[in-house]
């Protein structure tokens, strides 16, 4: 089955559903305090990037990127359908997504992430995202780790 990668809007029901697998998977591992989700209003922000991936037409996961203002992005919304899982849907879209920081000549991509997900820290550290303190608004939190990767400007 081919898979596409594109920049959409994520106010469609495909990408609803998804968000909210996503947040119902990380409301039942972490705390409300330890949950940093975006809602669906601040993913439709100009400074947001927001890619779906389809096999076929059914929409299987998707990421953001959200521009700080100061040079570098965060990543948002990454999730896969655990129905099509193992078929590197989550690379590509890593792939789409660091793509286009490079093409906005951003310095680092940064993240927070829970650690009782192993998956997703095995593929930023596969995408050499190294850990860092927290950034931004983040507050320390023994739930979260928070990874930056350095980018080359131009």
Same mark, same amino acid.
């Given at each position: /089955?081919?898979? *596409? ?11 609803? $559903?998804? !968000? ?12 409300? %305090? ?6 669906? #209003?601040?993913?439709? +922000?100009?400074?947001? *990037?927001?890619? &779906? =991936?389809?096999? %076929?037409?059914?929409? &299987? ?16 919304? /990454? ?5 099509? @899982?193992? !078929? ?11 793509? *286009? #920081?490079? %093409? +906005?000549?951003?310095? =680092?991509?940064?993240?927070? *992430? ?10 930023? $550290? ?20 928070? /990874? %930056?990767? $350095? !980018?080359? @400007?131009?």
């Amino acid at each position: /089955m081919p898979l *596409t990668i594109a920049i959409e809007s994520p106010r469609q029901e495909g990408v609803i $559903r998804l !968000l909210d697998m996503s947040s119902a998977y990380a409301e039942s591992l972490y705390p409300p %305090e330890s949950n940093h989700i975006l809602d669906l #209003a601040s993913l439709e +922000k100009p400074d947001v *990037t927001f890619w &779906v =991936a389809r096999l %076929e037409e059914a929409i &299987v996961g998707c990421c953001a990127l959200v521009e700080a203002g100061d040079g570098t992005a965060e990543i948002k919304r /990454m999730f896969v359908d655990p129905a099509a @899982r193992g !078929l590197s849907i989550a690379r590509k879209l890593m792939e789409a997504l660091e793509a *286009t #920081a490079l %093409e +906005k000549n951003l310095s =680092a991509i940064r993240l927070e *992430t829970g650690i009782y997900q192993p998956e997703a820290i095995s593929l930023y $550290r596969r995408f050499g995202y190294v850990e860092i303190a927290a950034f931004g608004d983040y507050q320390p939190d023994p739930l979260s780790l928070f /990874m %930056e990767k $350095r !980018l080359a @400007r131009t």
